[in-house]
Structures are given as C-alpha cells and as structure tokens.
C-alpha cells in the first residue's frame, strides 16, 4: 500500500470540511436510522448550496453553517470541522473522512434547518469551557476592520487542523483554530441561563483581509481637496470626492497612487 504524500495532496488540490457532530436524540429524530446515537456523523455540504471548501461555507448566513447551528440548537453536540486531510496517526485521532460516516440532508429539512434571520445574531455556548460568542457583537466588531462578509467563528474554532491544509483554506495563521474541537457547543437564540458564561466574542474573529481604517486630520483634508480641484482644472478629470473623511488605507494610498498616476 501506498503511503498519502499529505504534503503533496496540499500543494495539488484542495481541501475539503463537512461538520462532524456526535449523535444525539435531537439528531436521531433528524435523520432517523441514518445515524446512532454516540456515534459520530458528518453532515454532508452538498446537501446545503454551500461547497465543501472551508472559505466557501464558513461565513455567517451561509447556508451550511446555518443548517449546522439548526442541528445543535438548544442541543449540545461535540462538533469537529473535519478536515478531508486528517489522518488516524498512531491510533491519535480516531475522527477521519475514512472512518465518520457521511449523513445527507433531505431537501425539505435543510430548508427548515436555515434561518437566517434568527442565526446571525444569536449566540454560540461551549458547555465544556463556560464560554459564549455573540453573533450579534461579532458582527459589529468584524466591520470595524472589513468591508467583506462576515466570517463565522465556528468552523475555525471546531476544526480539526491549526493550519491551512489546501486550496480554499483559510490562509491566515489564526490561534484559534481548533480550540474548541470536539467541545460541547449548541446554538441559542437568547442569553438566558448562559449569562454567566465569560464572553469571548472579540477573541475569537476571524478575518482573511484585515484592513484598519484611518481617518485625515482638517488640514490634510483641505490639501486634499486643493489637489483634487487642481487636477479636475488641469487635466480635465472627474474625480471622486464628498464629505465623509475616512477612508482605508488601502483607498488612501489606491487614491494617491491615482493621482500620481495623472
């Protein structure tokens, strides 16, 4: 038998997740005999519009991640985000694509399983460490540093690799990943009896572009706009330009590049 080159597989294809979750009577009454109780099962993507890469399903309001906190909601479930590249080395890691069975999704129930409106501001418990997310909180905090859509925490949190392991992998180091695999995690839509847990909604976002925003001092801006209606006068450009200041320096220097550029 041929050994996997796992470093080779990484270099050549992508990688692919599907949400692991230890079954339980809320599961069992999901998927009937699909699966057994205390035993784990992964809950296959191509049941839901997401695909099965990481960055395509790992965002607050997709559909996958929304049909997998309809599963665990108000039901603790150990939950690993199993990577297609684990492997059972030295008998370490006994969760594999090779040994957890794969449960499709009827249409009908996926559908009832996304809610959109009701899981992106809810709240993510892990019961083994007395910890909550604030989807709500999350959100707000991830647009101070991005104009991109949202990512959501518990793909990363739960996954069974700390690295990018393919093509459609997150490519930032994040120390979070992980953390939480195979902890106990559900979904609630109010705080309640969890208001005691510690809240740990600004440790734990996750961005692939992290941009900060800074904003022009009066003076910067009156040179600004000095600049701007001399090039509009000398070289006949309709440039861009209002009122509200504050710009990414990512903007600041694509517009002062452009105006080098004239």
């Known amino acids: 038998m041929v050994k996997k080159d796992k470093n080779k597989r990484k270099d050549i294809m992508g990688a692919y997740y599907e949400a692991t979750l230890t079954a339980n009577e809320g599961h069992t009454e999901v998927y009937g005999s699909k699966v057994t109780e205390g035993t784990p099962f992964r809950v296959s993507t191509y049941s839901f519009d997401n695909g099965a890469k990481l960055m395509e399903h790992s965002y607050i309001e997709n559909s996958y991640v929304d049909g997998i906190l309809g ?20 008998g370490k890691n006994p969760y594999t694509w090779d040994t957890v069975n794969e449960v499709e ?29 604030s989807l709500k909180s999350y959100k707000k905090e991830f647009a101070k540093h991005s104009n991109e859509w949202a990512t959501n925490p518990l793909p990363f949190l739960t996954n069974s690799e700390t690295e990018c392991m393919g093509g459609g992998d997150l490519r930032t180091e994040e120390p ?25 909604t600004k ?26 209606e001399d090039i509009k006068e000398t070289k006949n450009v309709d440039l861009w330009g209002k009122e509200d200041i504050t710009l990414t320096s990512q903007e600041f220097r694509a517009l002062l590049q452009t105006i080098n550029q004239l």
């Open 176 to 200: 979070i990943r992980g953390l939480w695999k195979n902890h106990l995690i559900s979904y609630t839509k109010s705080l309640g009896e969890f208001k005691g847990f510690k809240n740990v």
């Open 203 to 228: 440790d734990v976002i996750v961005w692939e572009k992290k941009v900060e925003f800074v904003n022009a001092d009066k003076e910067i801006i009156q040179t600004a706009k000095a600049l701007v």
């Open 105 to 133: 999704t009827t249409e009908k129930v996926a559908k009832q399983l996304q809610t959109k409106n009701h899981r992106s501001n809810g709240f993510i418990i892990n019961h083994t460490t007395n910890e909550y997310i």
């Open 71 to 90: 599963l665990i909601e108000d039901n603790p479930t150990n939950v690993i985000w199993l990577c297609d590249y684990t492997e059972n080395e030295e």
